[in-house]
């Protein structure tokens, strides 16, 4: 099973680490280290899922694929 992309990067504004799931609209997350800012988004991940399904909305599949990956197959 695929599981969604994820992005990390360090913004020097916010002196700490922004990762967001470009699948799940608004989810994204803060840590002072890339390994926090992980955690922390698999945990927003998992309420945005419990939150959508209490909701009765649609969780959309993994596909979002960088394009570096996308001329690699």
Known sequence: MRDYHI???YSDEDGGYIVDIPDLE???AFG???EQALAEVERAKAA???AAHEAGKH?????YRPVIYQSAN
Do not use: M
């Open 7 to 9: 992005n990390i990067f």
């Open 26 to 28: 608004a989810c994204s």
């Open 32 to 34: 002072s280290t890339p």
């Open 48 to 50: 945005w899922i419990a």
């Open 59 to 63: 969780v959309p599949p993994p596909r």
